[in-house]
């Protein structure tokens, strides 16, 4: 069974420090999603990793991919306000041909950027 | 596009009252899923479906049928609520093909039974 795991599942941060989000997964996957939700709204699609050692970034946030320790690092550079949210990552089993059907997430890790 | 949309936004049901969500999609897009999302737990898969007329359990799927005759449109039958289905629903979708395709979520649908 297929379980992805994050950590911290709360970080409260100060504007302007640097922080790492970390997701675990169970079984071989060559493919991670990362999302982000705000609160009472839907999830909102932030990167796509599909290989290892794949690395995208968007802004202040940076996501990279090691396949073969099953991790996947969401970085956070110079933390606003604004990127207060919950994050989530996902993964698919890669064995089953249909996987892109069905995602296994993780918790999500709850941020807060203090001024 | 309106993408994916979900009607309604908020239920309240009694125990024992069934209803269904509905969940369409503009997109073509031939996979569509849906998950409940409980506080502290994440997202957890229901049914999914892979084309019109496919479609198989997911993680939770006790108390909730699936049918999909159309492309478009995945609703999810609540068939006798139970207080433990209070949750947020999510219909999501996704292209079939490539491989790396998103799903993209709906807004969600807050249901509350009493």
């Known amino acids: 069974e297929l379980k992805v795991e994050q950590n911290p599942l709360f970080l409260s941060m100060q504007e302007g420090k640097n922080y790492t989000i970390y997701c675990n997964y169970s079984t071989t996957s060559d493919r991670l999603y990362w999302y982000r939700q705000d609160p009472g709204k839907s999830l909102e699609s932030l990167f796509v990793l599909l290989s290892n050692g794949a690395v995208k970034q968007e802004g202040r946030l940076m996501a990279s991919l090691d396949t073969k320790a099953r991790l996947s690092t969401l970085h956070i550079t110079a933390a606003v306000h604004d990127l207060s949210a919950t994050y989530f990552c996902a993964v698919t089993n890669p064995r089953k041909e249909t996987s892109g059907s069905r995602l296994t997430f993780g918790e999500g890790t709850q941020l807060t950027v203090n001024p | 596009n309106a993408g994916v949309t979900q009607t309604p936004k908020f239920q309240v049901l009694k125990t024992g009252q069934s209803m269904t969500l509905q969940c369409a999609q503009d997109m073509n897009h031939e996979y569509m899923s849906w998950y409940r999302q409980d506080p502290g737990m994440g997202l957890r898969l229901i049914h999914y479906s892979v084309g019109a007329g496919i479609t198989d359990q997911g993680e939770v799927p006790n108390g909730y049928n699936v049918s999909r005759s159309t492309t478009e449109d995945f609703p999810l039958r609540l068939l006798s609520a139970a207080p433990s289905q209070t949750s947020v629903y999510f219909c999501?979708?996704?292209?079939?093909?490539?491989?790396?395709?998103?799903?993209?979520f709906g807004p969600g649908t807050r249901l509350t039974v009493l």
């Open positions: 999501a979708s996704s292209y079939s093909g490539g491989i790396g395709n998103e799903q993209f």
